[in-house]
C-alpha cells in the first residue's frame, strides 16, 4: 500500500553502492534494481511506474552512466512490456542526461 501517496504501490529497492572506481559489476547491480522493479510492477498489473535516481547521491554512482543504464534498461522492458515510466529527477544536470538520452534534447 502506498498510505496517503497519491499512487496505489510503492516499490523499494537498493542500488549499488559506488565507492572507488565504478566497475562492471555496479552497473549489472543497477540495471538489476531497475529490472526487479519493473517486474514487481507487470506482476502487481502496475500500468506506470516513476522511477527517481537509483544509487546517485550518496551512494555515490554517477549520474551520468546511472541515467544511461536506467534508460537503456527501461526502453528494453518496454519492447516487450506495456508500461508507462516516468524518470523523476531533482538535479538539472540529470534533467540534461535524461532529456539528452530520452531524445527530448
Same mark, same amino acid.
Given at each position: 500500500?502506498?498510505?496517503?501517496?497519491?499512487?496505489?504501490?510503492?516499490?523499494?529497492?537498493?542500488?549499488?553502492?559506488?565507492?572507488?572506481? %565504478?566497475?562492471?559489476?555496479?552497473?549489472? *547491480? *543497477?540495471?538489476? /534494481? =531497475?529490472?526487479?522493479?519493473?517486474?514487481? @510492477?507487470a506482476e502487481n498489473g502496475i500500468g506506470s511506474i /516513476?522511477?527517481?535516481?537509483?544509487?546517485?547521491?550518496?551512494?555515490?554512482?554517477? !549520474?551520468?552512466? @546511472? /541515467?544511461?543504464? /536506467?534508460?537503456?534498461?527501461?526502453? @528494453?522492458?518496454? !519492447?516487450?512490456?506495456?508500461?508507462?515510466?516516468?524518470?523523476?529527477?531533482?538535479?538539472?544536470?540529470? =534533467?540534461? =542526461?535524461?532529456?539528452? *538520452? %530520452?531524445? !527530448?534534447?
Amino acid at each position: 500500500p502506498a498510505y496517503n501517496l497519491p499512487c496505489d504501490y510503492v516499490i523499494h529497492t537498493v542500488g549499488p553502492i559506488v565507492e572507488g572506481a %565504478l566497475t562492471e559489476t555496479h552497473c549489472r *547491480l *543497477l540495471e538489476s /534494481a =531497475y529490472k526487479s522493479c519493473l517486474a514487481i @510492477a507487470a506482476e502487481n498489473g502496475i500500468g506506470s511506474i /516513476a522511477f527517481c535516481c537509483i544509487s546517485t547521491g550518496v551512494f555515490g554512482f554517477p !549520474q551520468e552512466k @546511472a /541515467a544511461e543504464i /536506467a534508460v537503456r534498461t527501461v526502453k @528494453a522492458y518496454q !519492447q516487450t512490456h506495456d508500461i508507462k515510466v516516468i524518470f523523476n529527477v531533482f538535479k538539472d544536470e540529470d =534533467y540534461t =542526461y535524461y532529456q539528452r *538520452l %530520452l531524445g !527530448q534534447a
